[in-house]
């Protein structure tokens, strides 16, 4: 099969520098929205999070067009540079210099090239080069100079279409587990009301006097002993919705680290409290074994008077109880004793029991799909490598 290099295949375009004297955070007349490196999702764009630049900033040629591949080219954070979105619609705006675009020409299929920018061989390839000086960098001739297998025209189309006919499947799962969640908010709120502003009068407590609140750290990274597998070390990337509880953490702690670590038990909720996102903090998610945490996380351990699922809720649907606790807006930091301080309702435990019977049926409905929609994620995977090596 021919290969071809992005360079000849399509434009990379930079992304637009911009002062925060002209940048909003909220829409107004003469600005444009902005993508960013948050704005790319695993499955798309992302865009709940936008900022607004003067569209005077924003050139011609930065402004995003149908079929533009958005790139995440340089972050604090390796595991996002390289990630890509492809911009199907219509999105009327431009993207920040912190991404760069890459345009296809008419010698590819759009969609067959946004495809590709999904494989794991594009993965391996953005992680060899991180694995470079550039760690958190990718320069304009590491896009450039990657090579794409590039078929006939008809064959990248008839390629693309099975390719997207596969990920429609996964979207219609993905959107079922979301329907899932809006029925257990919704059941939420009509049994308990709005926690924010505790709509139904119920009494109220300080967290810090219905449970036990825990501040995670960090092992001292100049002491490698304390880094093994005897126990998890979670990250606010483990408080991953949809998934009600914690996600599998990457790295783990020895014997030792978890002794200088903070530790929460299983049946603990455990809350992004420091991110550099506004949108992350109060993020939560259940433990369901023992786990070690970081600094940018509180523990709340629920005392007799609160049950685990009820406090769940609350977290969940009420995000900015957590949010306006917020000692640092242009950062996001809640600490411990704002935390602790963070005022819920307190329904009868009767109540909390009936919500937490109907939640757990709502859980093993979603380990059910989330099951289903891995095996979709592994038959998409297996098309994706087949199609790009001239097998499918």
Not at 29 to 41: D, E, F, K, V
């Amino acid at each position: 099969m021919k290969v071809a290099v992005v360079r000849d295949i399509s434009e990379q375009v930079r992304g637009v520098t911009y002062a925060k004297s002209e940048a909003s955070a909220v829409p107004r007349s003469g600005y444009s929205p902005m993508l960013r490196a948050n704005n790319i999702g695993e499955h798309g764009l992302l865009l709940d999070d936008l900022i607004f630049v003067l569209n005077t900033k924003i050139s011609r040629k930065q402004r995003i067009v149908p079929n533009d591949v958005v790139v995440a080219a340089s972050s604090g954070s390796i595991s996002v540079v390289g990630k890509t979105a492809q911009v199907r619609t219509g999105f009327d705006g431009g993207f920040g210099a912190f991404c760069k675009v890459l345009r296809p020409g008419p010698d590819v299929d759009p969609y067959y090239f946004g495809h590709y920018f999904k494989t794991a061989s594009y993965r391996r390839v953005v992680s060899q080069l991180a694995s470079g000086v550039n760690i958190n960098n990718l320069k304009k001739e590491h896009l450039n100079n990657i090579q794409i297998p590039l078929p006939p025209l008809a064959e990248q189309r008839r390629i693309a279409e099975i390719l997207d006919a596969a990920d429609a499947l996964r979207a219609k799962r993905r959107e079922s587990l979301a329907q899932l969640d809006t029925l257990l908010q919704s059941t939420f709120l009509d049994m308990f009301g709005d926690p924010v502003t505790n709509s139904m009068g119920w009494d109220t407590s300080a967290l810090g006097k219905v449970g036990e609140v825990i501040t995670g750290n960090t092992p001292s990274r100049k002491r490698p002993e304390y880094y093994g597998k005897d126990i998890e070390w979670i990250k606010s990337d483990n408080i991953n919705h949809p998934s009600f509880v914690l996600t599998e953490a990457e790295e783990g702690l020895s014997v030792a680290g978890k002794a200088v670590a903070r530790t929460s038990p299983k049946g603990s909720i455990l809350v992004t409290c420091i991110a550099g996102s506004p949108t992350c903090i109060g993020n939560a998610a259940i433990a369901d074994r023992e786990v070690a945490f970081n600094q940018q996380i509180n523990a709340f351990v629920p005392g007799e008077r609160i049950a685990l699922w009820f406090a769940f809720g609350v977290f969940w649907v009420g995000k900015r109880l957590v949010q306006r606790a917020s000692t640092n807006s242009m950062k996001g930091m809640v600490s411990k004793s704002a935390f602790s301080g963070i005022s819920i309702p307190i329904p009868p435990t009767s109540l909390q029991n009936r919500f937490a019977t109907i939640a757990e049926s709502v859980e093993r409905q979603k380990a059910t799909q989330s099951a289903h929609l891995t095996e979709l994620d592994t038959l998409f995977a297996s098309l994706q490598s087949r199609a790009f090596r001239g097998d499918l």
